[in-house]
């Protein structure tokens, strides 16, 4: 490698370049748009999470405990709506890929700075319409707005909301369609396919998945719409339809959204992995094909939400094969990062702490999943508290523990801080903790038969412990998370200042001032090798590391 | 893979006496519930297995490599290296073709009833369950004989419902517009319940049916009994029993306000209805409402009444009435002709 320049004294940076609301606002900066994105999200992560502590309290006896059954019904719907639709699907993308992309790539910016500021503000529409469903007459359908129960119910809710995730839709697919031309078009020269980080595979991948199965969905909330306002029949067997017509255009979209969700998380965890270990990354071909294979045949195991719905026997068993071929990569991913950790320098900082806790849950969620993917344990287990605690376990435990770790691993670059150490380990432990005491329990009464979206469970008082220990979880996590939120501003106001490169990464990214510059760098970067630590050395003066001298 | 496996596949035969609750799974109380626990615990111990490997491998390399002092380099090691990682594919691959072999066979023997088998319809409508019996008997109650093969045949009239029973394993969607089928065969007699595991609304978490294994013999006389119920009580009786099973999802009977308008001290009095008019409650008026319910809206209660057209006989019709009578002070019910009241049986 050749010599690098030490990174210039980041007199100016991409923060503090324009002041004022119209400069981040009216802003094409994608690591502004990033930091909006994130901040939106975050605050919409607190809607949901107050909902699902709502849930979780009403749920500590088997009778009513504060809320009515109406009342219920409508907070598990807008815990499932705003956390899938506004929070998971869009959280890694739209925060740290936005801000991180370019840069890892070694480019100015997205290569259509203008799509990137619409898919914020569709995503902020997205947000006002699902805000504004709650004013109309709120919904009850839950997240998976079930046909013909979503075109009958008496709620006012259910339009503006259809509306809202399908604006969403086109959020997510702005973002896809950005980052795929960007990482085909602008990767500068020497960014070779096989030098590209981990981490933009991954944004790939899901890329992919965003443009193609996006629309399905957005035809789907159009049907249902047209069956709910203007009486089509599509869906309602009362007006010649079909419901389980619904359920395989809602699952065709749905099953790929969840590797949207997963695939990115597991891309930071490579990056943070390697990293903190600061060793080269195990397998990198096979985990970016993975990233891809999951991405392709992901879209050919929708199906295995039907078991039990009436689809036939033999479309059951086609998919129940299918997936368990998708089971296959990701359990080797997990391999790959164990044997990245052999032999490594460990760091145990936050962002390490965060990706080891993604290894532990993300097994418990994966192989949890082997259970309903089987065909008879399927129809014991399906619509229980047992498949709650497994899409838990990949999407909040796996996915937002993923994206926690990235926000905290990316922190010192968006901001220039660093947050306090000792209050970031003592939140992750309460998060981690709490959230396997909230989430374990339900596997447990989930085998044991306990139904998803029960109000009350009069008669099946047997698994009173097992909600009670959940509910005590959630409240642990929600603490977590509280302390997590005030040492991150409180670093934006009085942490340290960061260093370029505090973890001694060495993709582009970490070649910046901490925070980059408005234009990320004056000149195309150097490209080597992203997993390559040997020439970065450790520099007490800066708390850094820098380029190793004289290499 | 683990040494506790062999056992489990042997003890997956028939069960002579009732089993017991495990900390995993309910007590197997139907033929099938071997077949699923078989494969339960197959894909639990592999999962427990894996579990532990990586988690402790985890552990290991954490306390082993971890790092001293900030800047120490990695001591380094392969990055890749092509024949572990088509082992560490492998082994897997093979491994969840057992587990999908064993859940297709254990599917197998849920969805295809044997050619004898007694067939039961079964109608989900917001909040009950309907169980029509081959000699047309309907009741909110599922009966079965021990030991015989039951076909349940599903479907809706309003939104998608899901019938689960825990201790059989079998869970099936009953869908408006078409029809569903599973099949069981109990074990030994006892009592149930069968849950609602599809979302449906307001009351779904109340959507529940006792399900009843009767001994040999049994099923026969309680369908028997079942049947008529006015053989042995008066209209009043018989209409407090209609209203626990049919109508108390929704009405009390104490005054109470619910889902819609409590029977208590309901008739002879006046009631408004949404579009501004207003009637006396009498027998054509309760009548009417149970029948074609969307007619007479009562002010202040939605208007989410499924039709009971077709469900409910003549006299259980008039049975209701009778209660409601009873319950305002108004009885002018005369007992049937065979008064011989005798505790159900």
Known sequence: MTTLNPPPPAAVDYLNHRSGLRGWLLTLDHKRIGVMYLASILGAFLLGGIFGLLIRTELFKSTKVFIEADTYNQFFTLHGVIMTFLVIIPGIPGALGNFVLPIMLGAKDLAFPRLNLASYYLWVAGALLAVLAIVMGSLDTGWTLYAPYSTTTGMGGVVPVLLGAFLLGFSSIFTGLNFIVTIHKMRPPGMTWFRLPLFLWALYATSVIQILATPVLGITLLLLIAERSLGFGIFDPNLGGDPVLYQHFFWFYSHPAVYIMILPAMGIVSEIISALSRKHIFGYHFIAFSSIAIALFGFFVWGHHMFVSGQSTLLTTIFSLLTYGVSIPSAVKVFNWLATLRGGSISLRTPMLYALSFIFIFAIGGLTGLFLGAMATNMHLHDTYFVVAHFHYVMMGSTLVAMIGGIHYWWPKMFGRLYSELWSTIAWALVFIGFNVTFFPQFVMGSRGMPRRYWSYVNLEEYTWMHQLSTIGSYVMAVGFVITAIYLVHSIVAGRRAPANPWGAATLEWRCASPPPPHNFDEPPTVGDPYDFRDLRYDPARAGYVPAAGS | ?345
Not at chain 2, 63 to 68: A, E, K
Not at chain 2, 107 to 124: E, K, S, T, W
Not at chain 2, 316 to 342: F, N, Q, R
């Open chain 2, 1 to 345: 893979m683990t040494p506790r496996f062999p056992a489990l596949l042997a003890q997956a035969g028939e069960p002579t006496t009732p089993p017991a609750d495990t900390f995993w799974l309910p007590a197997p109380s139907a033929t099938a519930a071997p077949h699923v626990d078989t494969a339960f615990y197959f894909i639990y111990w592999v999962s427990v297995f894996f579990f532990v490997l990586v988690v402790a491998l985890m552990v290991y390399f954490v306390i082993r490599y971890r790092r001293r002092v900030e800047g120490e380099p990695a001591q380094g090691g392969a990055h890749h290296n092509t024949a572990l990682e088509i082992t560490w594919s492998a082994i897997p691959l093979v491994l969840v073709v057992v587990m999908f072999y064993m859940g297709f066979r254990g599917f197998m023997d849920i969805v295809n009833p044997p050619a004898n088998a007694l067939d039961i319809h079964v109608l989900g409508q917001k909040w009950t369950w309907i169980f029509t019996y081959p000699n047309g008997h309907a009741d909110t109650e599922l009966h079965v004989p021990v030991d015989t093969p039951v076909r349940l045949i599903l479907t809706s009239n309003d939104v998608i419902h899901s019938l689960y029973v825990r201790e059989f394993r079998i869970k099936r969607d009953a869908v408006p517009g078409r029809y569903n089928k599973i099949w069981f065969r109990a074990t030994h007699p006892g009592r149930f319940w069968a849950l609602c595991t599809e979302y449906c609304g307001q009351q779904h978490s109340t959507m529940l049916a006792p399900v009843v294994v009767h001994e040999p013999g049994g099923y026969e006389k309680w369908l028997a009994a079942a049947a008529d119920p006015f053989q042995t009580r008066s209209f009043a009786e018989v209409g407090a029993m209609l209203h626990q099973k049919r109508c108390s999802g929704c009405h009390s009977d104490d005054g109470r306000p619910h889902v819609g308008p409590t029977f208590k001290d309901l008739f002879g009095k006046t009631v408004q209805f949404t579009d501004g008019t207003a009637a006396v409650a009498d027998e054509n008026y309760i009548r009417e409402s149970i029948v074609n319910p969307a007619v007479k809206i009562v002010a202040g209660y939605p208007n989410v009444m499924p039709t009971f057209r077709g469900q409910l006989k003549d006299n259980e019709l008039t049975a209701i009435i009778e209660y409601i009578k009873e319950l305002s002070g108004a009885a002018t019910s005369v007992p049937v002709p065979d008064p011989a009241p005798e505790p159900a049986p």
